[in-house]
């Protein structure tokens, strides 16, 4: 084998315009397939990135009317959603992929909402229990969060996020300040940021309308005192944080299930019509997943394209290698007439084939690496090389090699040798 190596890099070293040629469409085959796979892979990262975040592995569970997540800004509680119980977060929290758990409820842009004369429009109110900073990944940067008396003793305070800070109070301290909640005075005492600094990649309009969500700022307070600004007895929604990304979807509909139990039967109603009230997790990775099969769809098509170059490169091996096995007859003869068998004259010529092919199929990974990083400067879009492409082009080149060498081989091995050592 090692002679047979060493005289196929002699064949090749003694025809070096000729092998180039012939490993062309071998090298460009190779190179296309290495950067699209590595342009599809990085793409998926990207969206699933933008979906999920940077790794804070939460899932929002909230009460669904259908399709449409329930907003009590504008309709009336479910009558038939009871209130979650402390029992009700500790079996969430005893789930395997859950790590903890918050509940809490929520205002977009509600219209009651003053720092002194001015409205502040566009922001939005959370009402959270003690878990919530702690689950969703927030932490506070300036005053102090809440503590446990604020849950008990229904303290009218307050703690806002960077981006309100900055927006509504101009570069004073927020602590200490008071904003108008449906008339109520509620103390601020603290600037809440959120752990990571991800921000999603906008690289289109629909990345835009996909992954943006707009608003002026964020309020939180004391889910006790939800009942006091706006409603008692409203329903709450759920935040859990699972112990992977991967455990993210099992977590959500494990914990939906539990919360749905505080949903029972309208009297009056069939059991079909109360169910279109009901807790929903959102699947950030099965929407990650729809958007990635999207995307690969497309590129897919591409990579059967680029295959095309590696059947034209197969060819270019056959033909060349037919080529050789006629300008080598009289080599043939002389090799069998001293007693060379068949398959010693198949196996070298395969071998010859095997390498000119795995030759240019490591040059044809280079030059996709490259390509690949090529593609991702101009076009801006992320790249992620595979290591398992890289692996399976090199293996593929090697195939095509023997498989399209074989022919040849097998009509190097059958020449007669008699009629070898007559060859002109």
């Known amino acids: 084998m090692i002679e047979n190596i060493r005289l196929s890099f002699k064949g090749i070293l003694s025809h070096k315009i000729r092998s180039f040629l012939t490993m062309l469409g071998i090298i460009i085959g190779i190179a296309a397939i290495i950067a699209i796979v590595s342009t599809i892979k990085g793409t998926n990262e990207q969206i699933k990135n933008n979906l999920i975040g940077a790794g804070n592995n939460t899932v929002k569970i909230q009460l669904s009317n259908g399709d449409t997540v329930c907003d009590f800004s504008y309709e009336a509680p479910p009558s038939n959603v009871a209130m979650f119980t402390s029992d009700t977060k500790k079996r969430i929290n005893e789930l395997k992929e859950v790590e903890s758990s918050t509940f809490y409820r929520t205002r977009n842009n509600p219209d009651n909402l003053f720092y002194l004369n001015k409205k502040m429009d566009s922001s939005t109110v959370y009402g959270v229990d003690e878990d919530y900073f702690d689950t969703v990944g927030y932490e506070i940067v300036e005053g102090k969060g809440f503590v446990k008396r604020n849950f008990t003793k229904f303290d009218k305070v307050a703690v806002v996020d960077k981006t309100l800070a900055e927006g509504l109070f101009q570069g004073e301290s927020p602590v200490g300040k008071v904003i108008d909640i449906s008339g109520e005075p509620f103390t601020v005492i603290g600037v809440a940021v959120k752990n990571s600094s991800f921000e999603p990649v906008i690289s289109s309009v629909e990345d835009y309308y996909t992954y943006n969500q707009t608003s002026s700022g964020l309020i939180f307070i004391p889910t006790n005192d939800w009942g006091i600004v706006f409603r008692y007895d409203e329903p709450e929604n759920c935040i859990v944080k699972a112990v992977d990304t991967d455990s993210m979807t099992n977590a959500g509909k494990k914990s939906a299930d539990i919360l749905n139990e505080n949903v029972s039967t309208v009297k009056g109603e069939s059991k079909e019509t109360s169910a279109s009230v009901e807790y929903k997790s959102e699947s950030l990775l099965e929407q990650a997943k729809s958007l990635q099969d ?42 069998k007439a001293l007693g ?15 390498v000119l092919t795995s030759i240019g199929g490591m040059i044809g990974v280079l030059t996709g690496i490259g390509l690949s990083q090529v593609i991702a400067k101009v076009a801006e879009v992320p790249v992620a090389i595979s290591s398992a492409s890289i692996v399976v082009s090199v293996v593929f080149s090697m195939v095509v090699g023997i498989v399209f060498g074989l022919i040849p081989s097998i009509k190097a091995a059958k020449l007669n040798p008699i009629d070898a050592l007559r060859y002109e």
């Open 294 to 335: 999207l995307s690969s769809s497309t590129n897919k098509m591409l990579i059967w394209i680029a295959s095309i170059s590696l059947l034209v490169g197969g060819i270019g091996v056959m033909n060349i290698m037919l080529v050789s096995v006629t300008e080598r007859t009289r080599e043939i003869g002389l090799k």
């Open 340 to 354: 060379a068998r068949k398959k010693r004259i198949l196996a070298q010529f395969l071998t010859e084939a095997a």
